[in-house]
Structure formats: structure tokens, C-alpha cells
């Protein structure tokens, strides 16, 4: 009788209840659960479920009727899910849980053993792997390649501007426009090079670890770690259920990109205002102000920006969450996807939408030279001409610093001073000196592998296309 009657009241009673004569409180259940965010690791829940159930099945655990009845009973609550028709109750707490009491509701005795050999602990390492495996193969590498073709097609379509290239935001050297938008698809490669690295230690399987300490059931890890796609099993059962090292890396890497993605964005803001005017953006990704009619501001280069410091807070939130726990498992280890989920969103988006910025933004060529009539941008190039010249750098540096002062006393630029008048500075200057003084003529000039000028950028580009193609 006290079976039945737990059974016909087991939809406000969590599966773990068997110790407990009463259920937890509102306040309990509301505080501990974790669905209304893990939820979305359902279809990963599920798939680990049929691998799990499929190995127990070879290990005459279930019988084949009842891996017939799991397969399909997980099968169609993955459909209601995926529908919108499934009913989620907090009582549950989590996916898991969610899922299993479902398939038991659905399939009666079969349901009650698929659990076996298996702990929430190993499973919900399953799930987190298997999602961050799927995120990074499914969303992040191809946002990352998109986002670096719209940098390529518009350092192709319109990068062979001249314009000034700066260090600390001063006026230094004239490059090509190109040579920023090519700096930023190394950035992105180098972000996708870690997510590559940081997949080989997601790529690893937990379940069979149990609670902590493995089982004395005749599972077969292995068979499970195929079925799913793994490279490997964790071989040591505490650390397979305490590990968050690779949510943890994970998530640095997705600041990583976040923090590339604020830098370039940064630049554009700036850009894009009516003092540089070097950047156009299209009106779709801009907003207006509430009071002021005339206004075209770059919120979504701005919020980019922002969110940085939010995925920051995640990672860091990780971290701290991580350092003070005991060995194997415990509760805390809950709230890392929480951090890892909401991290995860706002890069992935931010990944999206500057895709759509980059390939609808034009460069203002305009604007550049008029810049790049500004600030000495020629001056190293004039140094490295005396350099030519057998000057020593040293001695050239500081004669070009002279020429420089005694163009801002007559308020002229370098351009404008005559043969005779460089020539007071130095011997080695001739009459081919202007060709260095002319930042449109002096980007062909750039030699050394990689530099912002014309020939190397024209590599450049035909090296990413083979890249990028490469992916496709």
C-alpha cells in the first residue's frame, strides 16, 4: 500500500525520495532546481540515455524488449520536447530527472532501470561534454570562419585604401585599411585554434563513473564512449565527476573572443565617429537617440563591447566556484552552466551579428586622406630611407625627429619641404627623397613578411581565401 500510495503522488516527489518521509519544501525545490536553465541539454541528456541503455543491454542488465521500450519512450519525449508540448514541473530539479521520470511515467517498469550503473554526478559531466562538443562543432567554428569572411571580402572589395596606422592612438605609419580588418581574422584564427585544443579534453567520456567511485555492475565504458563519438574515457572516476577544467577553459576561450571582438569593436566606434569618419555603418545596425533627432549611434558595436565584461564575470565566477570545493562531487558544480550557457549566448551572438555588421559596413577613402596627411605618418619611412642610405638608425631617428620639429615650428608637413631645405639635416638626402613622403606611395614600398603594405597584403588575402575555402 505505501508503494502504491508513493507512486500515485510521485509527480510532486523527487526520484531520490526513497530516504525521506515527507518532500522538500517550495522554498527547497525552487532554490535547488536547475531545469529552468539545463533544459537545454536535453537532446544530449537523451542521446546519452540510449548509449547508456544500448551498453546495459550488451551487459544483459536490460532485456532487449526493455531497451526497445527506453529507445522508444526517450525518442517521442524528445519529440514533445522539441514541439513545445512537453511539461516541465519543478519537482524534477533537473533535466535528468525530468527526462527519467517521464520515461517511467510512459514505460513503467523498463524506465525504472535505466539508471542503473550510472549517477546524476557522471551523467550531467555527459551532458556538459556533449553540449560544449556540439557548440563548439556546430555554432562557434562556423560563426567564427563567417565572421572572418566578411573581414576578407571587405578587405578585398574595398582594403587597398591608404590610411593611418596607429599606436596608441597617435598618428605612427601609413598602411593599407586591409591590414586591420586581415589583423582581426589572426585574432579570430587564433580563437578558433584554442576551441580546436580545448575540444580534445571535452572530447572525453564520464559516464561510468557513477557517483564517484565507479560500479561493480559488468558495464562497458568503452562501448558507451563509441556509440557517443568520444576520443577517450576519464580514467579516474573522482575526476571525472568533480572535472570542470574544460567548461572552465571553455569559457576563457570564449572570452577570448569576446575581448578580440570589443577590441575591433572599439576601433569602429571610434572610427565611425564624425571626427575619423573612416567607417560607414549601415543604418540596420544602428539605433537612434529618444531627444535628439540627428542621431545615428553604433549600439551594437557599443553592447559587443559591453558584454565583454559579462562574459568575464562568468569565467571569473568559474573560477571561484571551482576553487574552494572538495574532491569529487558536490552541488556547487551545479551553477557551472549556468555560467557557461549564458557565456556561450552572448559570444555566439556577438559572433552573429558582426558577421552582418562587417559585410554591410563600406570604408570612406575620403575621410582617410585626409588623414593621412596628419601627424608625420612618413617619418619611419624617411628614417629607414637615410637607413638606405648608410645613415645608422640611431643617428637617422634623431635627425627625422629635427626635420619633424622644425616642420611644426613652420607649420609645414614633410612633403612640403624642399631638397634644399632637408638636405640642411642631412648629406645622404637626394633627390628621390619625396617619393618616401607621399603615405600613398610609400604603403608599396613595405618589404618584410607580413607588413601593411600592398604586396604582402595582396598575400594576405590570397592566403586566407585558400584558408577559409579550405572549410567550406
Request: glycine share 6%.
Amino acid at each position: 500500500m505505501a508503494i502504491k500510495k508513493q507512486q500515485r503522488s510521485r509527480s510532486g516527489v523527487p526520484l531520490w525520495h526513497g530516504r525521506f518521509d515527507r518532500s522538500p519544501a517550495g522554498l527547497t525545490q525552487s532554490f535547488v532546481e536547475s531545469l529552468s536553465f539545463d533544459r537545454r541539454l536535453y537532446k544530449h541528456d537523451i542521446a546519452g540515455s540510449i548509449a547508456h541503455a544500448r551498453m546495459l543491454k550488451s551487459a544483459k542488465l536490460i532485456s532487449a524488449s526493455e531497451l526497445k521500450a527506453i529507445e522508444r519512450g526517450l525518442k517521442a519525449i524528445a519529440k514533445r520536447i522539441e514541439s513545445g508540448t512537453f511539461r516541465f514541473k519543478t519537482a524534477d530539479e533537473d533535466i535528468h530527472m525530468a527526462v527519467e521520470g517521464e520515461l517511467t511515467r510512459q514505460i513503467g517498469e523498463p524506465g525504472k532501470k535505466l539508471h542503473t550503473a550510472r549517477s546524476r554526478n557522471d551523467q550531467v559531466a555527459l551532458d556538459l561534454r556533449l553540449y560544449l562538443r556540439d557548440a563548439v562543432d556546430n555554432e562557434l567554428l562556423g560563426a567564427i570562419t563567417s565572421l572572418q569572411y566578411a573581414f576578407l571580402n571587405l578587405a578585398e572589395r574595398e582594403g587597398f585604401i591608404p590610411m593611418p596606422g596607429f599606436t596608441h592612438l597617435q598618428h605612427a605609419q601609413p598602411i593599407l585599411a586591409a591590414a586591420t580588418l586581415l589583423a582581426s581574422i589572426e585574432q579570430l584564427e587564433r580563437d578558433r585554434e584554442r576551441l580546436l585544443d580545448c575540444r580534445r579534453r571535452i572530447d572525453v567520456c564520464p559516464l561510468g563513473a557513477a557517483a564517484l567511485a565507479g560500479t561493480t555492475l559488468p558495464i562497458n565504458r568503452n562501448q558507451v564512449a563509441r556509440e557517443l563519438g568520444f576520443a577517450q574515457i576519464c580514467r579516474n572516476s573522482l575526476d571525472a565527476v568533480s572535472d570542470r577544467d574544460f567548461a572552465v577553459e571553455f569559457v576563457f576561450d570564449l572570452a577570448m573572443i569576446a575581448m578580440h571582438l570589443s577590441r575591433w569593436a572599439e576601433d569602429w566606434v571610434i572610427w565611425s565617429s564624425p571626427e575619423f569618419n573612416f567607417v560607414l555603418l549601415d543604418q540596420a545596425h544602428c539605433t537612434g537617440s529618444s531627444i535628439m533627432p540627428q542621431k545615428r549611434n553604433p549600439d551594437v558595436l557599443e553592447l559587443i563591447r559591453g558584454k565583454t565584461g559579462g562574459v568575464y564575470g562568468k569565467l571569473l565566477a568559474l573560477l571561484t566556484m571551482l576553487k574552494g570545493l572538495p574532491g569529487t562531487y558536490n552541488r556547487d558544480l551545479q551553477e557551472d552552466k549556468r555560467g557557461v550557457f549564458e557565456a556561450y549566448d552572448m559570444v555566439l551572438a556577438s559572433l552573429t551579428i558582426s558577421a552582418d555588421l562587417v559585410a554591410a559596413s563600406h570604408l570612406n577613402p575620403e575621410a582617410m586622406a585626409r588623414q593621412l596627411s596628419e601627424g608625420f605618418l612618413e617619418a619611419t619611412g624617411l628614417a629607414e630611407y637615410l637607413v638606405r642610405r648608410g645613415t645608422p638608425f640611431r643617428q637617422a631617428h634623431r635627425l627625422v625627429g629635427q626635420i619633424v620639429a622644425h616642420c611644426e615650428k613652420k607649420g609645414k608637413k614633410l612633403i612640403d619641404l624642399s631638397l634644399g631645405e632637408l638636405r640642411q639635416f642631412s648629406d645622404n638626402i637626394r633627390s628621390d627623397v619625396h617619393k618616401v613622403l607621399d603615405p600613398s606611395q610609400l604603403v608599396k614600398s613595405y618589404r618584410s613578411e607580413g607588413s601593411a603594405g600592398t604586396k604582402e597584403i595582396s598575400s594576405q588575402l590570397r592566403h586566407w581565401h585558400t584558408v577559409l575555402a579550405s572549410r567550406s
